[in-house]
């Protein structure tokens, strides 16, 4: 089956072409990142104004590097949440109308989800069920993978999301947005050890996230430097800042496995980007094999989109065009 995967939650305008969930012919992402950066984040109408123009032409370049033409596509796969809801709308409409007017069916795809299943392509031997970390600009979290498209939430951040906690230390300390690969770049030099921070434990359960507290005692400890007028080792502040939120990351993740017991560990999300987060799970002896998505597939992508609205197909069917855009999709537990 050829799938034609959408993606415009956020600030990205993306679209691929894969054939069967797995085989990649077309990766195409065009990045509003500059346009955004002027700003210091994202400006959710700059946004919708960008994608609306540039999804068709994306979409185009997404067929012509497939070597496809519309008429060969068998099913349009398209993120509708969770992100901005007009970007959202931007992507949902084009494969409405799309599906409408090539007379085929579409499914809507949960993009978080769909980060998670980008560790699956390339890898067929996957054992499951499996524990998942998510971790990128708007989520954190850890989720209980049964099946590509059945995943249940275990536990999530209490207050920011890891990639949202970069990106305003990034801002404190005078980096371009978005700040994850600013600060993983600055923190080479530094010392991680030249800083105590900590990250925040929550009482009532301790598989969940807290990172505000950790990026609140960032922030105060540029202001009492900046006060005190002294010199402000920005290094060595991004390196202790990096190494304290993936040591957090990897402290609750081997909580988990010790409550149940998962065959492989899977990545996804824009932070999984990270080669220095790679290096520091890699090195952590979890004794199961992890999974990380390859690295053109850790930002907001079509192909992961493409892939997961294939699996969902086979098993769901195609949606309605009742289907509207989520802004927010809450994980759901599992019922034990
Ligand atoms: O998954 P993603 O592309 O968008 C969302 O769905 O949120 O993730 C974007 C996030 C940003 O917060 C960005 O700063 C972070 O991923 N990120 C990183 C790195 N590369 C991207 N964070 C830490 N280190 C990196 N190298
Ligand atoms: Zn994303």
């Not at 050890?193 to 925040?200: L, M, V």
Request: net charge neutral; hydrophobic share 40%.
């Amino acid at each position: 089956m050829k799938v034609l995967g959408i993606e415009t939650t956020c600030d990205e305008t993306a679209a691929s072409v894969v054939i069967d969930g797995k085989q990649i012919l077309s990766n195409v992402i065009a990045t509003q990142i500059p346009m955004h950066t002027k700003y210091g984040g994202v400006i959710p109408e700059l946004a919708s104004r960008e994608h609306s123009m540039k999804i068709i032409p994306v979409i185009d370049q997404a067929l012509s590097e497939a070597n496809t033409i519309l008429s060969e596509i068998d099913l349009i796969a398209v993120a509708n949440g969770p992100g901005l809801i007009g970007p959202l709308l931007i992507g949902l409409t084009t494969a409405k109308a799309l599906s409408l007017s090539l007379q085929i069916p579409f499914v809507g795809v949960n993009h978080i989800k769909a980060h998670i299943y980008a560790a699956f392509m390339g890898n067929d031997s996957i054992k499951l069920p499996a524990l998942g970390l998510i971790v990128s600009g708007g989520h954190t979290a850890l989720v209980e993978i049964i099946s590509p498209d059945e995943i249940y939430l275990i536990s999530q951040t209490a207050d920011d999301a890891i990639g949202e906690a970069f990106d305003k230390v990034a801002k404190n300390l005078g980096l371009p947005y978005p700040g994850g690969p600013h600060i993983e770049k600055l923190a080479k030099q530094g010392n991680p050890k030249a800083f105590s921070f900590s990250c925040g434990q929550v009482k009532k359960d301790p598989l969940m996230f807290s990172f505000s507290g950790l990026k609140t005692a960032v922030v105060y400890t540029l202001r009492d430097l900046e006060q005190s007028n002294k010199p402000i080792p920005k290094e060595d502040i991004a390196a202790s800042f990096q190494h304290v939120a993936f040591n957090d990351l990897i402290l609750k993740t081997k909580r988990a496995l010790a409550k149940c017991n998962y065959k492989s560990i899977l990545f996804g999300g824009g932070v999984t980007n990270s080669l220095k987060l790679r290096e520091m799970f890699n090195e952590s002896n979890f004794g199961i094999d992890l999974y990380w998505p390859e690295r053109n597939l850790t930002l907001d992508n079509g192909a992961m989109i493409a892939g997961l609205g294939y699996q969902q197909y086979l098993t769901q069917g195609p949606d309605d065009f009742n289907l509207k855009p989520s802004p927010r999709i809450p994980f759901l537990k599992r019922n034990h």
